[in-house]
């Protein structure tokens, strides 16, 4: 509670790493547009100057996030390219073209490897956080997802659905393979979740997800194996069958519960948008087309005049500017947007025909992202843009999310408190404000440590996202503390539905050295119109939480106090 | 200590602000060379730069020679993707410069102590 810090530098570091090995592929693919410049013309300086850079700082920034092989094949193209770089004065390297193109796939191969080790650690997992709009909570409907579970050992069987069922998946269990594909012929599960060996064979489990497979045709069901061998045959099996994730007996289920949720989450890519302010419309139209071919989602403005009414309703994660129009140029409209706060990170990009370095540098003053000179390379401007957009979805995000947790961060949830009282005042409805708080949760720090406090504050977060609707905002507002924000309900319904969550998550059971544990939270509820302002209802649902606390914990206090009345406590 | 890190890419730039939070500095972000001297002169309380060195249009050496120019004699520390001798040797009033690796969480902190008692401060 007295955490109000919304990240640990440790965690964002974890996920910078992670959100570094995601980018990569578009990191590479910005490599192979500057190498296909040089086949074109091994003289073209820019682009052997932007290659090296590039290649430099892919080294730099891969070494730091420790990624030692990515860093050595970049290495070894970075020499390369540095030869290009003193063409003319020195003659083209021998078979460059080859021996580069030999590099770039192996620094492909190495980010591929990086991606795979990487994705597969659990925690690392957060579909949301590149997403762009932090204000829409992007909890998916994810309740009643479907998962079988097959293994011959019944006690596995029932402990396993206990535990999916506390972070709302249903689940159906069966103890043969024959019964399993039985039931996935009757309906196809959003996951399946098997053991490998089974009294019908040493790899029978492998060989039912290979029938899964064929009889589901082209739908592919994400599999999950457990299994009591971590032997390379065994793990081998399971990865030539396509399972997607190998857990060994007995399975941690935290980390079960974050594959599963990658797995099952239909991640609808937001395409990013792009507004395009260019005087004439041909060449507006023309830079669109390419980003749209790209997957962008675009809009036009040819009048810079009505560009802020524009930024307000597309609500673009950049723009790409002509630098001269007639009424005013790009430099000018650029600062005019920027002196608009909520614009004020909105990357630009200029496109000029200005060749002249020190002008493109005096665009960047003012605070543009990037230049890129007319006629553009479209593949180039879609990498550009791609990367430009992508990185300003990341760092948004960071700013707005718990790094471990995914959850929006205090900040974010304070700032989101006010927007839904607003709405609430405006529409004469009603909201709720949940505050929880782990039980003795340093006392699990001290017992088993901080990793094994971190699974558990990841399996709140889970719980609640899980279980609250996605119109209600969850949010890390400390350490050991959360904070969710439930729209139109009444004080009684939501103190019941956090207390239903609250019976859930004191059910799962928590591993760690010392052994088993499970955890309970205690929380306090107050809501609007009984308190009306975001602060009021902070403090008379802290107040609610104080007095859970005082009641012995594990349980849910609903604040029915008037403001100014004195409080029971 | 209030800290400027230095660094084009947004990646590389927050996870140095990182490692220098978790040490319990308050670090403030620059995009490049221009960025960082503009923040540095309008915010008199920042006590250290750590740059990267390989950057756009001027690179972490020219913005110490620039800083240093205008009399600007905060500790800097350089970070490179390369063998930082060479940068010493070519640089030689450089707190100090420092390759960027996995181990930077630990290295960093160490340098900047260092550096700090070189110069008397700590």
């Known amino acids: ?569 | 200590m209030r800290i400027l890190v230095v660094d084009d890419d947004p990646m590389a730039g927050e996870l140095t602000g990182a490692v220098l939070e978790d040490i319990g500095h308050e670090v403030i972000l620059a995009q490049d060379g221009l960025d960082a001297a503009s923040k540095l002169r309008v915010d008199p309380t920042i006590e250290m730069v750590v740059s990267d060195m390989n950057m756009p249009i001027m690179t972490g050496i020219d913005l110490f020679r620039q800083l240093f120019a205008t009399g600007n004699t905060l500790p800097f520390i350089l970070l490179t993707g390369d063998e930082p001798e060479g940068l010493l040797i070519q640089e030689p009033r450089l707190d100090a410069c420092l390759i960027k690796d996995f181990s930077l969480d630990e290295t960093l902190p160490t340098v900047i102590a260092n550096a700090l008692r070189a110069r008397g401060k700590a």
């Open chain 1, 1 to 569: 509670m007295t955490d109000t810090k919304p990240l640990s530098p440790r965690e964002k570091i974890a996920k910078l790493r992670a959100a570094f090995v995601e980018q990569l592929p578009a990191r590479i693919r910005h490599a192979h547009v500057l190498f296909e410049r040089l086949k074109i013309d091994p003289e073209d300086h820019a682009a052997a100057v932007d290659l090296h850079r590039f290649l430099h700082n892919l080294k730099g920034t891969g070494s730091s996030f420790g990624f030692q092989e990515l860093g050595a094949a970049v290495t070894l193209g970075e020499g390369l390219v540095a030869k290009l770089l003193d063409i003319p004065a020195r003659p083209v390297p021998e078979n460059w073209e080859q021996r580069l193109s030999e590099y770039l796939g192996r620094i492909e191969k190495a980010a591929s490897e990086a991606c795979s080790l990487f994705c597969g650690l659990p925690g690392c997992d957060n579909p949301e956080f590149t997403l762009p709009n932090f204000s829409i909570q992007s909890v998916a409907d994810c309740s009643g997802r479907l998962v079988y579970i097959c293994d011959d050992e019944v006690l596995t069987l029932e402990n396993l659905a206990s535990q999916l069922a506390c972070f709302g998946y249903e689940t159906q269990s069966f103890t043969d393979t024959t019964a399993l594909l039985e039931a996935v012929d009757r309906r196809r599960p959003d996951a399946l979740i098997l053991d490998i060996h089974f009294p019908e064979g040493q790899i029978a489990g492998v060989e039912a997800l290979a029938e899964v497979r064929r009889r589901a045709g082209n739908c592919d069901v994400p599999a999950i194996f457990l299994s009591a061998r971590s032997d390379f045959a065994a793990r081998m099996a399971a990865v030539q069958a396509g399972g997607a994730a190998y857990f060994h007996k007995p399975a941690n289920v935290s980390e079960l519960v974050a594959a599963l949720d990658e797995l099952t989450h239909q991640q609808q890519p937001v395409p990013y948008r792009i507004l395009v302010v260019d005087d004439e419309p041909g060449l507006a139209s023309y830079h669109s087309i390419i980003l749209q071919e790209a997957g962008m989602a675009t809009y036009q403005v040819t009048d810079p005049s009505s560009v802020l009414q524009v930024l307000q309703e597309f609500l673009p994660d950049m723009v790409l500017m002509d630098m001269y129009m007639p009424e005013c140029n790009g430099l000018d409209l650029a600062r005019l947007i920027r002196q608009v706060p909520e614009h004020v990170g909105l990357p630009i990009i200029y496109l000029s025909s200005e060749p002249d370095r020190k002008k493109q540098f005096g665009a960047m003053r003012v605070g543009a992202e990037g230049f890129m000179t007319k006629p553009v390379v479209p593949c180039e401007l879609v990498a550009t843009v791609t990367i430009l957009a992508e990185r300003m979805r990341i760092l948004r995000s960071l700013m707005a999310r718990d790094s471990l947790t995914g959850l929006l961060n205090h900040t974010t949830t304070t700032h989101l408190l006010q927007n839904a009282l607003a709405t609430a005042e405006r529409a004469g409805g009603s909201l709720c404000l949940a505050m929880m708080d782990l039980d003795r949760f340093k006392l699990v720090n001290d017992t088993h440590g901080h990793l094994v406090g971190d699974q558990v504050l990841l399996a709140l977060s889970r719980v609640l996202r899980q279980r609250l609707r996605s119109s209600d905002i969850i949010g890390r507002y400390g350490g050991e503390e959360f904070a969710a924000i439930l729209q139109d309900i009444t004080l009684d319904r939501a103190t019941h539905l956090i207390d239903e969550l609250r019976k859930d998550f004191a059910r799962v059971v928590f591993h760690s050295a010392s052994g088993e544990f499970s955890c309970t939270f205690s929380a306090g509820v107050a809501g609007y119109p009984a308190y009306t302002s975001g602060e009021l209802l902070r403090e008379a649902a802290d107040r609610a939480l104080y007095e859970a606390k005082r009641n012995g914990r594990n349980c849910v206090v609903p604040n029915t106090t008037q403001p100014g009345e004195p409080s029971k406590t």
